[in-house]
């Protein structure tokens, strides 16, 4: 790989705090239109952010049934970026004022770096609230790494189940709970449920029947994006594969893994998922940057973070108005993250060059939700499909929104072998604990120290 040129010390330097939807998209655009700039070092772009890959989240419910390979739903950074510098670390203070950011890397002191241009796409995390019990034994749904614990932890409970006589193991084993009806909640539901309807014909003494899968929703229906009529079928179709869907329901507990609901309902299980909601990255209540209500930051149609100058911001963080819906924001979705990223990288290019600027206008297209194999939702351009036309509309989207075409092969080849053979259900819950077997295998070849020896060493 030829050397990165030495960047000239004056050159604008932007800081990218984020890498995930907005941050990489906005930097493979600012690769491409600041080509000869970053050839010849004449301009600096930096993204910040504690992982070094990017997640395309809407496939993450295929990664945890088995219908995607992991590594096929991430974005390795660095490979796709080769004229951007990746700092995997965490921005904990931020002074736009004064351009500068204090960053924690994976190791190491903290580290305190300057900058002339700011994106803020520090993107959201899981909205958790104080119910007891939940932070102790409840299991989120935004990343890489919760999306296969879970695809271990359900198939492991198969093989728990089947290993026990005790009805009541059992039943605790068989029992998986999710809160939260949007499309995580629902997607991640579907597809485990269907994974482990497969799974559970290996097992001559389990049955589907013997599984309990149980949707925990607030509000009053499921699938909100999609309408009322869609949502409705949702459910029906959900309740159909015998999976209760609680409508109007609240969890209470979660203490000592026994779930308690706000309509009376008490029972124990080794399995809960949380996918109630997500919430704007705390980081930016540690920056001098404009923040509303909820935590997001303040921006304007140009992307333009309100009140400052050389400083944008879009994505789950951000407060966009909604130039197609008068008084509201654009949604936190992938939808307009994608675009927003192409608004903000020209914007800021024009920035730097002395040009005027372009608003954000976008009109929702619609959305698609996939229900397990071959089994779909979706309301997009006022046309409403079901099942199977769904499904395939849901994956051909999405292989178009994937980042790079060595992505996009790599899920169409996953796609392909699964028409010819069976997904895997093996747990390898194991990887978790990589050294639990050295460990043990190291403590059985220690001495025994007996009474005697232990009199005859005094």
Known sequence: MARRPVANPDAPHVLIVGGGYVGLYTALRLQKKLKSELKRGDVKVTIVDPQSYMTYQ????????GNLSPRHVVVPLRRVLPKVDIVTARVTELSHAERW????????????ISYDYLVMAAGSVSRTLPIPGLAEHGIGFKTIGEAIHLRNHVLAQLDIAASTDDEDVRKRALTFVVVGGGFAGIE?????????????RMYSNLRAADMRWVMVEASDRIL?????????????QLRGRGIEVKLKTFLTSAVDKQIELSDGESFPTNTLVWTAGAKANPVAKSTDLPVDERGRVKGNEFLQIEGTVRAFTAGDNAAIPDLTKEGEFCAPNAQHAVRQSKVLADNLVAALRGKALKPYRHAYVGSVAGLGLHKGVAHVYGVKLRGLAAWFMHRTY????????NRKVRVVADWTLALFFKRETISLGSIEQPR???????????????????????
């Open 224 to 236: 909100p994006e999609v309408g009322p009529e869609l949502g409705r079928w949702t459910a029906e």
């Open 436 to 458: 639990e077997e050295f460990v043990l295998a190291a403590a059985s070849d220690r001495p025994v120290e007996t009474d005697v020896v232990k009199s005859a060493a005094k």
């Open 101 to 112: 950011a204090i960053i924690q890397p994976v190791e190491g002191p903290p580290q305190r």
């Open 58 to 65: 809407p496939f993450l419910p295929e990664a945890a049934a």
């Open 188 to 200: 991640a539901l579907a597809e485990m449920e269907d994974m482990a309807r497969d799974a559970i």
């Open 398 to 405: 999405h292989l178009s929104r994937v980042p790079t075409f």
